[in-house]
């Protein structure tokens, strides 16, 4: 019954590799986010998507691609990966873009 | 400058302290507040949510909002070894997105 959902937990992959990260909520949100985590814990937003309408798109490298086929998903696809993509990726969602938000555990992706 | 400063330390006090964690914001629309802690390899976890000025507790945990001084803060009675984590601020204005501090990692030491 886990309220938001990443898979995978872990991923590590070569540089150049594309690759994606799942995200699933089920506590019926409309809005949901991603987030990376640097190594000094600092939580940047990338994008947000309110029932599937991208409503944040921060300066992100057009590498990254999210994805909302319904509002209970939302994907993050990377390509041509970098050693700086490395961190920690979080899902997160919220009832809508103003209320507080609620997280998934994580994707600690590593780049070699 | 950043939207919101939050001092990372580390901070290590002893079990039963009162614990004292800070964020000043520069924003004076900021209005809504929000206390995450995270735990080592967890994502983050919601504690308070508090709106305007004011203080407001649940347990050993009291929020507290200065506007004025754009000055929060969460306060930690009797510390115990399970809160050592990383606590997170973050706050927004009315109709805007929420911006988080870096964190403040704690170690409540038995």
């Known amino acids: 019954d886990t309220a938001v959902s990443q898979t995978p937990k872990y991923l590590v992959t070569q540089m150049g590799n594309d690759k994606s990260i799942k995200c699933e909520q089920n506590?019926?949100?409309?809005?949901m986010y991603w987030y990376k985590q640097d190594s000094k814990k600092f939580l940047k937003i990338m994008f947000s998507?309110?029932?599937?309408?991208?409503?944040i798109n921060e300066t992100v490298p057009n590498r990254f691609s999210p994805k909302s086929p319904d509002k209970a998903h939302l994907n993050l696809h990377i390509n041509s990966l970098e050693l700086g993509d490395s961190a920690v990726y979080f899902c997160?969602?919220?009832?809508?873009?103003?209320?507080?938000?609620?997280f998934g555990p994580g994707t600690r992706l590593t780049v070699l | 400058q950043k939207e919101v400063e939050q001092d990372p330390g580390p901070l290590s006090v002893p079990e039963g302290a009162i614990v004292s964690l800070n964020c000043t914001y520069s924003?004076?629309?900021?209005?809504?507040f929000m206390w995450y802690r995270q735990y080592s390899r967890k994502g983050p976890e919601l504690l308070m949510y508090?709106?305007?000025?004011g203080n407001k507790e649940d347990g050993r945990f009291t929020a507290q909002v200065d506007k004025s001084s754009k000055y929060i803060s969460l306060f930690i009675r009797d510390s115990q070894p399970s809160d050592s984590a990383t606590y997170l601020c973050?706050?927004?204005?009315?109709?805007?997105?929420?911006?988080f501090g870096t964190g403040t990692s704690l170690t409540v030491i038995p």
């Open positions: 997160a969602s919220s009832q809508d873009r103003y209320n507080e938000q609620f």
């Open positions: 506590l019926g949100h409309d809005t």
């Open positions: 998507y309110n029932n599937k309408e991208l409503i």
């Open positions: 924003n004076s629309a900021f209005q809504y």
């Open positions: 508090t709106y305007s000025s």
């Open positions: 973050a706050m927004r204005a009315a109709g805007n997105q929420f911006y």
